[in-house]
């Protein structure tokens, strides 16, 4: 039973370790993006709506597998800077969840009563003053739920990078399956991997969720 | 109209909103314009790289790949549906023997990604010696994982479901079974159809996983098709077009989720109040 993860170590620690790398590098750019394209669906300014609508429709319904592909084969040749592998799949994923990442955060600033703001513009709070001080406090609350089943989501499709050359947690059972190690062995240190990566972000969002659903 | 960002714009905030318009829209134009430029420049808009549209062995190729895809899609979402209801009333099951493995069956199973579960199944199956095969593996990867997401959306549904109408049921005799079939789950089905039918585009979208095990769906039809040399290697419009073909799929099945969720909101202006179901946790799942 673990002699299968002592002698494929090396898979396993490189392939978890990348896995990690990959879903931390990718979550920081789809959060920043995203919250860029929410910005720019909620601002007054049509062009700027369309464009944020635009790429979440676009993106929503394209296969992450096709995104990947696009940066994996079509992005050489476009002959722009050349990227790894690896920074590819970054973009790839950041790219595709921001999408994702800009409807949890719009719809979060949704909940906010519009009377809240008006209140708020009533009593004389600039912009910045009613964006700070009463809209996001509140959409926070609405936001982290969803937010963190994104980021499990964006944890689980880190594997997809396997298929094109990137050594993570997915290329395990490949790479496994090459050296004639027993694969169910393997299977379930890899479901236990993924176990212990997602159980604290669960945990995480069923904690923030009970003490703030009291709180509206 | 005011929103909670912003108010309405007076001559001043309206003067500005345009400036940003007119700036935004030079950006945008620059950004889009650069990248049809690297496209042109490269040559992507070359005739020769598109002339493979025009060659009826590789349009029939083509239509082969979208079966493929479609083939997994509707294997799989039968299944899905099948495996969703199986396990959404055995977790809703009286017994604790039914209830507890059901449990954990559909937790293990959503929380292990599929891409690894695919993988699985195709290199342990012919193993065990079991023929497998990439269709399958695929098809049955799609079930055991949009089916234990479905499994959830459904329970969320029949738990919705005003708790006077089981008492109803159990009142007028019907057995348990009875209960579930006649009066919880058509209700729970209709309430939760547009978050099936938006679990079904997660399922369409996931086929193109089958690419990663060579199965011949439309990403590898985009593969071999940009590989072709005397085109000049077009990988680029093709995989354009594979990607127009699955966005299009996809927008045909969002809009059919959100007709639904439409004609559901209509009427329960008019008749009795639908429930509204605690989808809290189910959809914990982004689409891959």
């Known amino acids: ?216 | 109209m005011s929103s909670v960002l912003y108010d309405l714009p007076g001559p001043r905030a309206q003067a500005r909103n345009k400036a940003l318009g007119v700036l935004a829209a030079f950006g945008l134009v620059g950004l889009v314009g650069f990248i049809g430029y690297r496209f042109w420049a490269t040559g992507q808009f070359e005739g020769a790289k598109w002339e493979w549209l025009l060659y009826e062995n590789l349009q029939v190729l083509l239509l082969d790949a979208l079966g493929a895809t479609l083939a997994a899609f509707v294997v799989g979402a039968l299944l899905a549906l099948a495996f969703g209801l199986l396990f959404a009333v055995a977790r809703l099951s009286e017994h604790a023997w039914l209830r507890m493995p059901a449990f954990a069956v559909v937790e293990f199973f959503r929380a292990i990604p599929l891409v690894v579960m695919i993988f699985f199944l195709f290199f342990a199956a012919p193993r065990a010696g079991l023929q497998l095969g990439a269709f399958w593996s695929l098809v049955v990867g799609l079930m055991l994982y949009n089916g234990s997401v479905l499994a959830e959306v459904f329970r969320a549904g029949v738990l919705a479901v005003p708790r006077g109408q089981r008492e109803a049921a159990d009142a007028l005799g019907l057995r348990k079974n009875q209960v579930m079939r006649a009066v919880l789950l058509p209700q729970a089905v209709r309430v939760m159809l547009p978050t099936i039918v938006s679990q079904l585009v997660v399922l369409l979208k996931d086929t193109a996983l089958g690419f990663l095990i060579t199965y011949h769906e439309l990403l590898d039809a985009a593969r071999y098709l940009g590989s072709l040399t005397e085109f000049d290697r077009p990988i680029i419009p093709s995989a354009i077009v594979i990607a127009a073909i699955y966005i299009t799929l996809c927008l045909a099945l969002s809009w059919l989720a959100g007709y639904l969720e439409r004609r559901n909101r209509r009427r329960r202006r008019s008749g009795p109040a639908l429930p509204t179901p605690d989808l809290r946790g189910v959809r914990a799942d982004l689409p891959a």
């Open chain 1, 1 to 216: 039973m673990f002699d299968v993860l002592v002698d494929n170590r090396d898979l396993f620690v490189t392939g978890f370790l990348n896995t990690i790398l990959l879903f931390l590098l990718s979550a920081v750019g789809a959060l920043a993006l995203g919250t860029l394209l929410a910005a720019m669906r909620v601002s007054p300014v049509p062009a700027l709506r369309l464009t944020g609508a635009g790429y979440v429709n676009t993106f929503r319904n394209t296969p992450l597998t096709l995104v990947f592909f696009f940066f994996a084969f079509a992005y050489p040749r476009l002959e722009l800077v050349d990227l790894s592998f690896f920074t590819r799949a970054v973009l790839a994923l950041t790219v595709y969840t921001a999408a994702f990442v800009c409807e949890v955060v719009r719809s979060g600033v949704n909940t906010v009563d519009v009377g809240q703001a008006e209140a708020s513009r009533a009593l004389g709070f600039t912009f910045v003053q009613t964006l700070t001080a009463i809209v996001v406090p509140q959409a926070v609350r609405s936001v982290v739920p969803p937010m963190t089943s994104v980021l499990i989501a964006l944890l689980k499709n880190t594997t997809i990078a396997a298929g094109f050359s990137v050594a993570e947690a997915g290329q395990i059972t490949p790479a496994l399956s090459e050296r004639g190690a027993p694969l169910l062995i393997g299977f379930f240190w890899i479901a236990v991997g993924f176990l212990i990566l997602v159980i604290p972000l669960t945990a995480m969002q069923r904690n923030l969720e009970k003490r703030w659903s009291v709180a509206r």
